[in-house]
């Protein structure tokens, strides 16, 4: 009735008046939060077919989607603004994929020039290696792989709209299992770049543009899935341009401006504290510290 809903509890009638003005806080704190959460969401979209079983250990209740926004919300934020998103604005960042119980892949160098610490021996990688090669290689020089378990290359292209200037992202994969029978040409299953070797280890060779990537190795035990914990490998140079506090104030203005509380100081002042309460005729408190605000 009008905004008034009823309904009965334990014979009790309850009534409740309906909430008919939805605010829209712009806080300082907030508007960080959502600026930075349209990212997290639209990589996990992207990726998100690639991460069944990606997070080894949840809170019941939590799903996946759960977890990826829980842990990469604490990563360095990447701010877009409203119009980006409305275009279906995505930037590649390095996120956490996968958290788990299975040593992490180590990696080391810059850009895409990587390492990882999965050592091949001298066989190396070429044209004509095999699964079977690979895996025998892998498993020979690891103490922590098995023939079964499963290595997975994750690589996110960075892509600009030429129209719009809209950042968007393509999603790559492949994978392989450690298999000593199978006679299949590593490079026809896998993505070239994520499986080359590199100073005896396995790496990343090549030019992909601006991307992050990532392995991550996985095995299947008693029935449950387990992973290694691992976060994408930061090389794209668009990245920095939606960080920081620039990139900030332009996402919070597209918004609308934050609101900041008028009784709150903006800065901190330094100088000397004055001890004792002063003079009853001193003209203390008065002009010190902040302009004029007209209500």
């Keep these: 009735m009008g905004d008034l809903t009823f309904k009965q509890v334990n014979g009790q009638t309850i009534v409740s008046g309906k909430v008919t003005v939805v605010s829209n806080p712009r806080t300082e704190s907030q508007m960080?939060?959502?600026?930075?959460?349209?990212?997290?969401?639209?990589?996990?979209?992207?990726?998100?077919?690639?991460?069944?079983?990606?997070?080894?250990?949840?809170?019941?209740?939590?799903?996946?989607?759960?977890?990826?926004?829980?842990?990469?919300?604490?990563?360095?934020p990447v701010y877009l603004t409203k119009q980006a998103v409305s275009g279906g604005a995505c930037v590649a960042a390095p996120y956490q994929i996968t958290q788990g119980s299975l040593p992490a892949i180590v990696v080391s160098g810059t850009g895409q020039n990587i390492t990882t610490d999965i050592a091949l021996g001298s066989d190396g990688i070429t044209s004509n290696t095999t699964v079977a090669q690979f895996s025998r290689s892998v498993v020979s020089n690891n103490v922590d792989y098995?023939?079964?378990?499963?290595?997975?290359?994750?690589?996110?292209?960075?892509?600009?709209?030429?129209?719009?200037?809209?950042?968007?992202?393509?999603?790559?994969?492949?994978?392989?299992?450690?298999?000593?029978?199978?006679?299949?040409?590593?490079?026809?299953?896998?993505?070239?770049?994520?499986?080359?070797?590199?100073?005896?280890?396995?790496?990343?060779?090549?030019?992909?543009?601006?991307?992050v990537f990532a392995w991550v190795h996985s095995r299947k035990s008693n029935g449950k899935t387990l992973v290694s914990s691992q976060l994408l490998i930061n090389a794209n140079s668009i990245l920095s341009q939606y960080q920081g506090d620039l990139a900030f104030n332009l996402a919070k203005s597209s918004y609308g401006e934050g609101r900041s509380a008028f009784l709150t100081p903006n800065g901190e002042a330094t100088g000397n504290t004055a001890s004792g309460g002063g003079n009853s005729g001193d003209n203390g408190g008065g002009n010190g510290g902040g302009g004029n605000d007209s209500l």
């Design 32 to 76: 960080r939060t959502r600026t930075k959460f349209t990212n997290v969401v639209a990589m996990y979209r992207g990726i998100r077919p690639l991460l069944n079983y990606g997070f080894e250990s949840k809170a019941i209740g939590l799903s996946d989607y759960n977890m990826f926004v829980r842990l990469n919300m604490q990563q360095t």
């Design 146 to 211: 098995n023939y079964g378990d499963q290595i997975s290359f994750f690589l996110v292209k960075q892509k600009v709209n030429a129209e719009t200037g809209i950042p968007y992202c393509q999603f790559f994969s492949s994978k392989v299992v450690l298999d000593a029978d199978n006679e299949d040409k590593l490079w026809d299953v896998t993505i070239r770049n994520g499986f080359s070797a590199q100073d005896g280890c396995l790496g990343h060779s090549g030019n992909d543009g601006d991307c």
